[in-house]
């Protein structure tokens, strides 16, 4: 309601039609007379008109204001997982810093990693897929077999879940039981306890509906981390079976094939990445990761970036390794399957460790071949042609389809307002930091 009445005035309405359209929202959701729902529209209004007073504190302005960018989410993809949404997160990484670590935000690799004495504590946290908020239980099913599989990705232990859940004013509060149950058997199948989590409302009275928003981290426990920024040219790629996770889940809810969720209730790569790890295998790699953001084109392109090389892929050797079932429903939907997340396991490793790597996976029942080669260069190719991702991941809904895969008309403009706003926080980040530090060494002044 505060965003609705936050347009209606940027766009010149008069006070009372914005109450009037308040009213007429508030009571599409809530079954309350015209006279509470006018008061609530009223509270409203007044809160919002109180947050857009602005005064002339350098300080306050900058804790206070928004750097705009003049680009919506929408516009850059942002969550889609191509080029669009890839192009942000390197904006945010860079903002987030952390030079003393082992692996920081800024390789954009499954999970960030530090040392703390003797231990490497590594750690990751995934979203829920937001089109499974009517679908607590799957919804919480994959983003908790997400966050262990990235925290796994890296070589670590792991050994503890935290969840977050936010769900809006009118949801049902079955749907928390049913997201933290979700969780749990991910958790009772891989053994790694739920320890914590927070539960609020999605903005507290008036935001209405019944989205939830929610995500589930992941800890774990390392002797040596396998980061993407240690691939080498000379490195086989070998990849796991996979049947998908939240996007396969999503695809068929949404398309009328709901048998296909059957196929994605699995913890196939964690038994695959124990296996390894109970052998000692990881010690031979140089990394691995889960193929999620944006599929094999967005990983394999990350990883050229990341590592500065290139990779050859190989599509025939790639193809028997998805889950038929939903490789067949991809192919129906007519969405790329290399677009899209697998959630198969990409190891990369010298010539020299291939042959153990495959022998302790196979005598798991794990399915696995050679799918590629690290080269030197920067791009990645499968069957000799460039390989890259779209501005988006595959479109795999309807709604997906509509919008497009494609970059908006004015992609460059777009890009630099997110440039010009980015740099503005970074700004910020000094500006409240050395505010805090001055007002610390004043105070102790006052105490001598």
């Known amino acids: 309601m505060e965003g609705l009445a936050n347009r209606l005035l940027d766009k010149g309405f008069a006070e009372d039609k914005v109450t009037e359209r308040l009213i007429l929202e508030i009571q ?181 509906g019944n989205r939830m928003v929610s995500g589930v981290g992941c800890v774990g426990v390392a002797e040596k981390v396998l980061r993407r920024a240690d691939v080498k040219p000379g490195d086989v790629m070998l990849m796991t079976h996979g049947a998908g996770g ?82 067949d429903l991809l192919k129906k939907l007519n969405i790329d399957y290399l677009g899209v997340s697998l959630d198969s396991l990409l190891i990369f490793c010298p010539e020299k460790s291939k042959g153990g790597i495959i022998k302790a996976l196979k005598a798991k029942g794990v399915n696995v071949a050679e799918v590629g080669r690290v080269v030197r260069g920067g791009k990645a190719f499968l069957d000799g042609r460039e390989f890259a991702p779209k501005f988006r991941e595959s479109a795999y809904t309807a709604i997906k389809k509509a919008v497009g895969e494609h970059a908006p008309e004015h992609e460059r403009e777009l890009k630099e307002g997110a440039r010009n706003s980015a740099a503005r926080a970074k700004e910020k980040i000094k500006i409240v930091v050395d505010y805090v530090r001055q007002r610390e060494k004043e105070a102790k002044k006052a105490k001598v």
């Not at 500065?308 to 939903?326: Q, T």
């Open 28 to 208: 599409t959701f809530k079954a309350i007379g015209q006279s509470q729902a006018a008061r609530l529209a009223e509270a409203v209004l007044k809160e919002v008109k109180a947050t857009r007073k602005r005064v002339d504190d350098r300080l306050l302005n900058a804790v206070l204001g928004v750097p705009n960018a003049g680009a919506t989410m929408h516009d850059l993809g942002v969550g889609c997982r191509g080029e669009g949404d890839f192009f942000v997160h390197r904006l945010i990484t860079d903002l987030a810093g952390g030079k003393d670590t082992i692996i920081s935000a800024e390789q954009q690799d499954d999970a960030g990693a530090v040392k703390v004495g003797s231990k490497i504590i590594v750690a990751s946290i995934d979203g829920t897929h937001s089109r499974l908020s009517d679908f607590p239980f799957i919804a919480g099913f994959h983003v908790a077999r997400a966050a262990i599989r990235d925290v796994m990705a890296k070589g670590a232990t792991p050994v503890a879940l935290i969840d977050d859940m936010h769900l809006a004013d009118d949801g049902d509060v079955g749907k928390l039981f049913d997201f933290v149950a979700g969780i749990a058997a991910v958790s009772e199948l891989s053994g790694v306890p739920l320890i914590s989590g927070s539960t609020l409302r999605v903005g507290g009275d008036m935001v209405l």
């Open 246 to 327: 939240g996007t396969v889940a999503t695809t068929a809810i949404y398309s009328g094939y709901n048998d296909i969720v059957k196929e994605t209730l699995n913890i196939d790569f964690i038994k695959a990445v124990n296996a390894l790890i109970a052998k000692g295998l990881t010690k031979g790699m140089h990394a691995m990761l889960d193929v999620t953001n944006g599929g094999l084109r967005g990983d394999a392109n990350e990883v050229c970036k990341t590592a500065g090389v290139g990779i050859e892929l190989h599509e025939s050797a790639i193809r028997g390794l998805v889950n038929e079932k939903v490789f």
